[in-house]
């Protein structure tokens, strides 16, 4: 399954996956029965992988995602989309999440005006993600913004492109992710 994770090369041609869509080697093309809990294991992995999260980390924000009112599923990806690296890919600062890690650990951001180098910040509502002003000529972000067309803002942040300024307008809801994620099989795994 596509995930994503290379950047703009995901939306061309050049997919790995787009131009085999096995495994490879000899084997690669073998059927196999999957039983349910491979299912379930392979969509924790699955999400774990889009978001550049360890099982430790993943652990915790299903713990705290099962504390929270309202569905347990929801509330997880709810949780991963208001990381600061995240938000930053969102905002179209990087072209890939493991990209805006980087730009986030290298101290590029600020977060309501203070420096923010910690990907794993949870984002607020109204709080300010903002390129830091010697940032700004750094050429991977100014072509990612460019390439931001493609892939869109959501509607819950909102981006100013002349001052490099994001701001969260509202908490994200399932809706709002549009990976092919099933989070009932991570609740379903986690529960057993």
């Known amino acids: 399954m596509e995930l994503f994770l290379k950047g703009e090369r995901c939306y061309t041609d ?17 059927r196999v029965k999957v039983s349910d ?3 379930q294991l392979r969509e924790k992995q699955k999400v774990r992988r889009i978001y550049g ?10 713990d705290r995602a099962e504390r929270m009112k309202g569905v347990t599923g929801e509330n997880l990806l709810s949780l991963l989309e208001r990381r600061l690296d995240n938000v930053v890919y969102r905002l179209g600062f990087a072209s890939s999440r493991i990209e805006a890690r980087q730009l986030v650990r290298h101290g590029h951001f600020t977060l309501n005006g203070r420096k923010a180098n910690i990907p794993s910040i949870q984002v ?9 002003e010697k940032s700004r000529t750094i050429a991977a972000v100014t072509e990612s913004l460019d390439a931001v067309v493609r892939r869109g803002i959501p509607q819950w942040l909102e981006l100013d492109r002349d001052a490099f300024k994001g701001v969260m307008k509202l908490l994200p809801v399932r809706e709002d992710v ?7 099989l991570i609740v379903e795994l986690y529960s057993k």
């Open 14 to 30: 050049k997919c790995a996956i787009k131009r085999r869509n096995y495994p490879p080697g000899q084997h690669g093309q073998g």
């Open 178 to 184: 549009t990976m092919p994620i099933q989070e009932q």
């Open 53 to 62: 999260i360890l099982e430790k980390q993943f652990r915790g924000y299903f």
């Open 37 to 39: 809990y491979g299912v």
């Open 124 to 132: 607020k509502v109204s709080d300010v993600v903002e390129l830091r």
